[in-house]
């Protein structure tokens, strides 16, 4: 039997919004990426962090029952220089001697339309707590669902970057922060 366009275009349709009804919980890490765009005297800076967990129940359905912890290994971060990483380790900045991880506790999801959410939430960073609402985009690649977004943090709220760091004309107090999540079903 042959499909016309259109006709193949619905089904497809059909069967991605089947896919986004449907519960997921967890990441499947090696499809999930957590990276960040800063600026340092004027010249953008990206890294990533290299491990995350998260425990992620979404349920586009019933978004009362959905939730959201994402906790970050701050060691793990790749700023593609051993010089620079082992200074954002330090006290200055993460200080993940005291503080290893950073931590995003959701509180509600919010439907925006179509594919589009929000997740209101708490961030901790460096035992500083500070309320957070995300972004997300939730779409079907292939069968796998993804939620992805991105936000702007400023490192000044959580006192990342202190002392001669603190100077926003060297390192911008603004930091973008982009994620993406592959979905366990």
Request: hydrophobic share 45%.
């Amino acid at each position: 039997m042959r499909l016309r366009p259109l006709k193949m275009l619905w089904i497809a349709a059909v069967l991605g919004l089947a896919g986004m009804s449907a519960r997921a919980s967890g990441i499947i890490a090696e499809k999930s990426a957590l990276t960040f765009v800063g600026e340092q005297m004027g010249a953008p800076v990206q890294g990533r962090f290299q491990h995350f967990d998260a425990d992620i129940l979404f349920k586009p359905t019933d978004l009362a029952h959905s939730h959201a912890r994402l906790a970050v290994d701050l060691a793990s971060i790749d700023l593609a220089s051993e010089d620079s990483e082992s200074e954002i380790k330090g006290k200055s900045w993460f200080n993940v001697a005291a503080f290893p991880k950073a931590v995003f506790e959701s509180t509600a999801f919010r439907a925006l339309g179509g594919d589009r959410f929000e997740v209101a939430g708490h961030i901790t960073i460096k035992g500083i707590v500070r309320d957070l609402t995300l972004p997300l985009q939730v779409h079907t690649v292939a069968g796998q669902l993804y939620a992805e977004g991105s936000t702007t943090l400023r490192r000044s709220d959580f006192k990342v970057g202190e002392g001669v760091w603190a100077d926003p004309d060297s390192v911008a107090t603004d930091v973008r922060v982009n994620y993406k999540m592959a979905l366990k079903p």
